[in-house]
Every structure is written in C-alpha cells, then in structure tokens.
C-alpha cells in the first residue's frame, strides 16, 4: 500500500465521536474470551443472564451463575469425557435457546474452537462444514438431529450431544413443549444415531469434575490473543462456504469497539435485550451474546421470530431495552397492531445489520417507538462491526455510519490506490477486528488480507463528515457496454412500485452489449406484468441500465437473515444457460 | 337434551375452557381490542339488529308454522353464545373483542331480548309473554367473566402456569366440540329423520348466514379483516341453551315441543358450521400473518392496506 496520506487516514469522522465515544480504546482486560466470560459471570453472579421466551410465552431463565456451573461442566465433559484436546474444533447447531450460551461457553472454556453451525443446514451443507472444520463433537437440537443419519460416518465427529429448545425450562412447560412439538407440530423425529442428551452430558462433566477435582480456568489460560476462538463459515465471495479465523483478540477488540459506540446509553447490569436473529449468525453472537453479557444484560432468546407474532409475549412480559434486527425484523414489526400501539416502554435503542435498512423502516421506527434505530455495517471477516451509525449524535439515513474506534477505513480502486473522498471505491479496513484469515484457505486468505487490510468486496463513498456510504457489492457490478451498473440502484427503482415485495437484479453474458441486467421480481400480489415493471423502469432509468430481462417469480433465494444472494440467481441462471 | 349431570359437568367444563381462553389473554390484548372500541358497537349491531331480523325474514320466507317460527325468532333474539370466544381463539381471531361483545351482547340481553321479542313478535301476530331469566343470565356472564379474569391474573402472575392452563382449556374445548357434536346425533336421531327440510334450513341458515352478514357490516364499517372474522363468528353463534331455557320457562306441552326444534336444532349446526368457518379462518389468519411479516412498511405515500 502507499505511503502517502489519503483522505481517509485522516479519520475525518473522529470529530463525530463527540463526547460519548472513546476515540482511543484502553487495552483489552483479557486475554481470551473464556477469561471474560469468567469475569462476567462472578460480577453479575445472581442477576438473570439469559431467558427463552416461547411463542406461548412459556419461559425459563438462567442466572449468571447458573450459566458458569452448566458451561464450567460442558466444558469438563469435552475435555474429560469426549477426551477433546484444547484447540479441537465443536460445531454448535441450535436455534436460540438456553443451551446455546451453555454450549458455546462451555467450548471456550474447555480451550476448544467454536464452529457456529445453521440448524437449517441440508445433510450436503452439514457434511461439508463438519469435515471442512474438522470437528470432533457436536451439540445439535433434537429438531435437526435426524439430519445427521447419512452424514455422520463421513465426518470426524466423535460425539454427538442432543440439546432442546425448551431445554432448562421448568419440568411441567418443558414437558409441554416437547410434547406440542412431538403430537401437534410432529418436529421431533427419532434420533436414529448414538448421541447423548445435553442434560447428561452437564452431569457426566459435573461428576468428572468433582472427582478429578479440576479448576476448570486451567483449560483457558494458554489461550493467547491470536488463540483461533471461532471458526464462522460465511458464503463469502467464491460460493463454496469458508470459515473465517476470528481469534480471541478479534472477538474481544470488536466487543470493546462495538460497545464504545453504544456505552453510554447502556447500563451495567441494568439491560434486557431482545434476540430474534439467529446466535449462530455473527451479529447476533457478537452483539446481542457477547457484548451484552459483558453487560450484565438480561438476553432474552427467541427461539423463531416468524411469524412475527412470535415475539409479542418477549416484548410484553420482558422490560426490553435494546433490540437488534435486519430491515425485514423491523418492517415485520412495524406492520403489527401490537406493536405500533403499544411499542415497547423501556427501549433505548435499536441497531440494524446484515442488511440495508430501507429509509421508510428507519422513520417510521423512530415515529413508533421514539427511539433510532442505528444502522451499522460488518462482515463476518471482521468479527463482524466496521462501522456504526453514533447513537449519540449526528446519523445519516442510507449510511452505515462511521467507522467504530481503533479502525482504520480507505475506498480504493483497483490498483489498491485511495480514490477521492465522494468517489467509490472499494471499502477495506484493517484494525483488531479483521480475521486471521480463511480456515485452511491460504489462497482466499492471500487475496482478501493485503498487507493486513481485509478487503471487503463492498463498493462505498465516503461525505465530507467521514460517514460512508455502501453502493453495491464490487463483484456484482455489471458492465453493460462499458458503463458501470450497480444492481443495487435498479433494484431501489424497481421496488418503489407498489406492486413488488422484493427484487433482485443480476449482471448475465450478452453477444452484443458483454454484460446484461437481469431483474427477478417477486410481486406483492397477483397480476404484475413484465409490461409495467419495464414502463417503471423507462420513467426513471436511463437506457443502459435498464434490464434486459424480467423474470416474475414467487420468491428469491436469501441467506438465513434475509438476504437476497444474487450469486444463486447467478449460478440458477448459468445452469439454466449451459443446458 | 343433556341430563342434569352433563348440563352440570358442562358448565364446569366451560369455566374451565374460560379459565383456559383468560389464560391467554393479557390486559394489554383488551386495550388493543379497545382502540376500535366500535368493534364492540358494531358487534352489538350485529347481535341485535341483523340477527332477529333474519330470524324473522327467514321465519316469514319459509312460511314456516307459528310455533317453529316462535322458536327460531327467539334464536335469533339471544345474545352472543359462550362457545364463540372458543371458536374466535382457535380461528385466531381477536378473542378479548369476542369475548367484550358477549359481555356486552348478553347484558343488554335483559333489556334488549324482550323489547325485540315484542316487536317482531307483534309483526309476526304471535305475541306471547315471555320469562326473560334474569339470574341465568347473570349466571352466564359469571361463568364468562370470572374464570376469565382469573385466568387473566394467572398469566400475569406466572406466564408459565398461564400457557399451561391455556393448552389445558384448548384441550378441553376441542373435547367440549366434539363430544356435543359425538353425543347429539344419536340422541336426537329420530327427530332429525322428522324434522322438514325448511326448518332444517332456517336452522342452519341462521348461524351461516348470520355470520356472512356479520362479516360484511363489520368490513363495510371499516373493521380490519381479523376484527371482522371475529364479529361474524360473535354474530353467528348464539347463546343456545339460553333459548331453550327461556322456551322450557315460557311454554308446556306440545308447544314448548314444538318451539324448542329450532333451538335444538341450531345448537348442533352452529358448532358444525363454526368448526368448518374456524378451520378456514385460521388458515386465511395463517396465511395473512406470514404475508404481513413481508409487506412493505406503510407510509405517507403508500398507505397500510386495510
């Protein structure tokens, strides 16, 4: 990279910080995850950790203390029992539920690596993540166990331990549960491989720990900064799914980064936070699970938050502080009586990721509920926060805000060289947050870490105050007869019409202008015609960007948290072409 | 007819379902009932507007015999009917707004049923003097209302022993439904083979029709479509036993034999045709809630879709 000082190594948005954001972060107080879990659980010992709150609104609770003696066992049973050694790769599978923090926690603990798996995975999806990660074990709920049949004998994992939704939950609602699940919502089938149930596997560890009298910390203390914490798969740019390296340090930089923009509007102790989006997903692992236990914060988790109903009894019963959501979690809500009548009293605020939070969304919110909602940006990469929109301060619509503390952000164009401040160019940043690099990937690693500076893919403009802009993905630009089209800009016009629930435009081959635009439009009712959708796009494109081709469809592919994936649309399209 | 006992176990089976519909209800569920408290006048409208006149319409148009007629005009006359706040809560309608209009449908019942009963009465020329049973009807709204609150209570008490009672009560309602439906039919078979058809259709034709009407006044009064389910299942479905209690104090003999067919009658269509109405509801409740999950927010320019 160059010498030269570019616009952006000036931080123009330090000025933005204001009084509430450290611009310089103290040195971390730990020196690995587990460390910190520790910490937390001796502080806040008898204060509520974590709630799962049931569609019904049937709940169970766990303490902070309670959550230390069932992690503290998990991670004895690991180490002792399945006779895992300290680095050993754990896929976790559940949706949220109290046996998630148990789990992961007991992972770190034990000094093992996390793998973060999607409960939806298909069985192809499953084997390719378990052998690529190389796990030993795996903690999977019962709902998704039978997925496991073909799978497992290709895989290294040595034990299976089956955990359940409504797991610590009082006897009688968990019995009522199971047995809902079972008769009425048939979700449970037998579990045909040999596995053992989470409840035993926490009284084996207990056991084991009494008797070989271990201090469970021993496990941890090696763990260094750069100490692999997480493997967290990610599409990423190529298609096949590839674990990012987040290290203790990352996870722990980013934790202290992301909550110096939040600090001052949350108290220690004093939060109760909703999490609807799924802990395997990054955001929610390190915004809602981390930060907010270093908190001392309530977590209360809902197990599924469609239909959005689901979350009516959390909002109701739980004095809800703060909330994180994508742009559909929110428009979800806000198209709810109860919601929109009586929003939640006790919110400070809401934070949005994942994806672009329509302007519509962000001000009625704020109308709603009299609080922001402020939008940031991250990537798995980057353990995953790079930039937030200040809490307390100046907040831009259709911006991702300003880069969090200690992180260093450029545009640059495809020479690597800096563009000029308002032009886009390609975002990367370096700072504490960026992976160790792609498991077992040197090539991908190679090409996405330049000289520490992971380059995102994303396309952005940065204004005269510092806050950046996200234009579209680079990979996804189109070149139609040499003029450069971001999807993303057809896709804004084409969702304006009434008529269309969600859209997505692609870049295909075309003989005559090398690259053509391709819309897929999912319409909000029936009878939209391709006829319109063009007459729209005449009014308000001009003619090079106007797609070629428009597809009506009933729905796209998207990611676990709503994403519409254009590489799928991509590659659905090529192997429609090549045949 | 039920025997004492099982009119007994009934009424204990309906507090417990009541108990069961509180439990999962919140205050804050009566509050959003209430920001349209029109819903409950419109419900009233229903109950007692469209409801005696199509008794009477229909009584006219069949030209069904006095006594018949008699009974299907005070079919029509009655008050909301406790199994509609079950249906509404397995429709998954708005079950604090079903369960506000029969606590309003049935205290104006004192009022109302006599006052409608006179006139139609008078137009029909079989003006009788009826025995409105005012201690019943308070019975009715105790049983409503008590377990209710308590259930109420229970789930702001405890959310975990609130859902509990509320699955229990579920439960018992589904058993409720089936068992009058299992335990009518052969009872009352020979009756059935007798009865003609006209009598069938007003019968039936109250329930059904009633509900039809309920739902377009309630979407012509720009009531939402959940709110409108709900209304026309409250319109449908009346307070059964209340008819043949008021019949079995006013008339004897071969009359009261008489005026109770219809009653009877309706009591065992309402709960069919309101188990196939609660089927489609839910389904349509089903679908429209995931729809909503995905539509876009409403704005200034594009204002919410009723």
């Given at each position: 990279m160059d010498q030269e000082t570019s616009a952006y190594d000036l931080k123009p948005w330090t000025?933005?910080?204001?009084?509430?954001?450290?611009?310089?972060?103290?040195?971390?107080?730990?020196?690995?995850?587990?460390?910190?879990?520790?910490?937390?659980?001796?502080?806040?010992?008898?204060?509520?950790?974590?709630?799962?709150?049931?569609?019904?609104?049937?709940?169970?609770?766990?303490?902070?203390?309670?959550?230390?003696?069932?992690?503290d066992a998990f991670a004895v049973y690991l180490r002792e029992c399945v006779g895992l050694a300290a680095g050993a790769r754990v896929a976790v599978q559940t949706p949220n539920c109290l046996a998630y923090p148990v789990a992961a926690f007991g992972v770190l603990k034990a000094g093992c690596v996390l793998v973060n798996t999607n409960p939806l995975y298909t069985p192809t999806e499953m084997e390719h993540q378990f052998k690529d990660s190389g796990a030993e074990a795996l903690v999977i709920v019962d709902m998704f166990a039978n997925k496991l049949e073909g799978v497992l004998a290709k895989t290294g994992i040595r034990k299976v331990i089956v955990c359940q939704v409504p797991q610590f939950l009082p006897a009688i609602p968990r019995a009522v549960i199971r047995a809902v699940m079972k008769v009425w919502n048939r979700v449970l089938p037998p579990i045909a491989i040999a596995h053992v149930q989470l409840g035993r596997a926490l009284a084996e560890g207990e056991r084991a720990k009494k008797e070989k009298r271990i201090d469970v910390a021993s496990y941890a203390s090696a763990l260094e900064r750069d100490t692999l914490a997480v493997l967290q798969y990610t599409g990423g740019t190529t298609g096949v799914s590839k674990g990012a390296m987040l290290t203790h340090g990352n996870l722990l930089s980013n934790l202290d980064q992301a909550l110096a923009m939040g600090r001052a509007r949350i108290v220690d102790g004093g939060e109760c936070v909703l999490t609807a989006l799924p802990l395997y997903h990054i955001f929610a692992f390190q915004f809602n699970l981390l930060c907010f236990f270093a908190c001392g914060a309530?977590?209360?988790?809902?197990?599924?938050?469609?239909?959005?109903?689901?979350?009516?009894?959390?909002?109701?019963?739980?004095?809800?502080?703060?909330?994180?959501?994508?742009?559909?979690?929110?428009?979800?809500?806000?198209?709810?009586?109860?919601?929109?009548?009586?929003?939640?009293?006790?919110?400070?605020?809401?934070?949005?990721?994942?994806?672009?939070l329509q302007h519509a969304v962000a001000e009625r919110w704020e109308r709603v509920t009299q609080t922001r909602i402020a939008e940031g940006y991250g990537l798995t990469e980057a353990s995953p926060v790079v930039s937030f929109n200040p809490l307390t301060g100046v907040q831009k619509p259709d911006s991702i805000g300003i880069p969090v503390p200690g992180t260093e952000v450029r545009l640059v164009d495809d020479a690597g060289q800096p563009v000029a401040p308002g032009q886009p160019g390609e975002l990367i940043v370096r700072g504490p947050q960026v992976m160790a690099g792609y498991w077992k990937q040197a090539q991908e690693t190679a090409s996405t870490l330049r000289d520490g500076w992971l380059h995102t893919g994303d396309v952005a403009v940065m204004d005269a105050d510092g806050y950046f802009k996200i234009v579209d993905r680079k990979k996804d630009l189109v070149l139609v007869s040499g003029f450069n089209v971001y999807p993303n800009e057809i896709e804004d016009v084409i969702a304006q019409m009434d008529e269309v629930l969600e859209v997505g435009v692609i870049g295909v081959p075309d003989a005559k202008s090398g690259e053509a635009l391709r819309a897929y439009v999912v319409p909000l009712a029936e009878g939209l015609t391709e006829e319109?959708?063009?007459?729209?796009?005449?009014?308000?494109?001009?003619?090079?960007?106007?797609?070629?081709?428009?597809?009506?469809?009933?729905?796209?592919?998207?990611?676990?948290?709503?994403?519409?994936?254009?590489?799928?649309?991509?590659?659905?399209?090529?192997?429609?072409?090549?045949? | 007819?039920?025997?004492?006992?099982?009119?007994?176990?009934?009424?204990?089976?309906?507090?417990?379902?009541?108990?069961?519909?509180?439990?999962?209800?919140?205050?804050?569920?009566?509050?959003?009932?209430?920001?349209k408290p029109q819903g409950v006048l419109i419900g009233l409208l229903c109950q007692y507007g469209i409801m005696p006149l199509l008794g009477y319409s229909?009584?006219?148009?069949?030209?069904?015999?006095?006594?018949?007629?008699?009974?299907?005009?005070?079919?029509?006359?009655?008050?909301?009917?406790?199994?509609?706040?079950?249906?509404?809560?397995?429709?998954?309608?708005?079950?604090?707004?079903s369960i506000m209009m029969t606590v309003c449908s049935t205290l104006v019942a004192v009022l109302m049923v006599p006052l409608l009963l006179a006139f139609y009465g008078n137009l029909m020329a079989v003006s009788s003097e009826y025995v409105i049973p005012a201690a019943n009807v308070a019975?009715?709204?105790?049983?409503?209302?008590?377990?209710?609150?308590?259930?109420?209570?229970?789930?702001?008490?405890?959310?975990?022993?609130?859902?509990?009672?509320?699955?229990?009560?579920?439960l018992l309602g589904v058993f409720v439904i089936v068992f009058l439906i299992g335990s009518w039919v052969p009872r009352n078979w020979s009756l059935l083979m007798t009865t003609p058809w006209s009598v069938y259709l007003a019968a039936i034709g109250l329930g059904v029709i009633g509900m039809l009407l309920g739902f377009l006044l309630s979407r012509g009064l720009k009531q939402d479509r959940r709110r409108a389910r709900t209304i026309a299942l409250e319109t449908g479905i009346q307070n059964g036993p209340l008819a043949v209690l008021i019949v079995t104090l006013t008339f004897t003999g071969t009359m009261q034999q008489e005026v109770l067919l219809i009653p009877v009658l309706y009591s065992l269509f309402i709960v069919l045709t309101s188990t196939a109405v609660t089927i489609w509801f839910r389904r349509v409740t089903t679908r429209e809630d995931l729809a909503r999950d995905q539509a876009k927010v409403p704005t200034a320019l594009q204002p919410a879709r009723a």
């Open positions: 000025r933005h910080y204001g009084d509430a954001i450290a611009s310089r972060l103290p040195p971390l107080r730990h020196a690995n995850l587990a460390g910190l879990i520790r910490d937390c659980e001796r502080r806040f010992a008898k204060q509520i950790a974590f709630t799962t709150c049931m569609p019904n609104g049937m709940n169970g609770s766990l303490t902070y203390a309670q959550v230390a003696r069932h992690s309530r977590n209360v988790l809902a197990p599924s938050p469609r239909p959005i109903g689901n979350l009516q009894r959390a909002f109701e019963n739980f004095p809800i502080t703060w909330v994180s959501g994508v742009n559909t979690l929110f428009n979800a809500l806000l198209n709810e009586e109860w919601f929109t009548a009586f929003p939640p009293r006790y919110l400070k605020a809401a934070v949005a990721g994942g994806a672009a319109a959708v063009r007459a729209h796009c005449r009014k308000h494109l001009t003619d090079y960007k106007l797609p070629k081709a428009i597809e009506i469809r009933k729905e796209l592919p998207k990611s676990p948290i709503g994403k519409i994936l254009r590489k799928e649309l991509r590659a659905e399209y090529a192997r429609a072409a090549g045949t | 007819m039920l025997t004492e006992l099982e009119t007994r176990l009934l009424g204990v089976l309906m507090m417990v379902i009541m108990l069961g519909m509180g439990a999962s209800l919140t205050f804050k569920d009566f509050r959003i009932a209430f920001r229909s009584a006219v148009l069949l030209g069904l015999p006095p006594a018949i007629a008699v009974g299907l005009l005070l079919m029509g006359c009655m008050p909301g009917g406790t199994t509609s706040n079950i249906f509404t809560y397995f429709s998954k309608g708005v079950l604090a707004l019975q009715v709204l105790f049983v409503l209302l008590v377990p209710t609150v308590i259930g109420i209570a229970l789930r702001k008490f405890n959310p975990n022993v609130g859902a509990v009672i509320e699955l229990i009560g579920a």
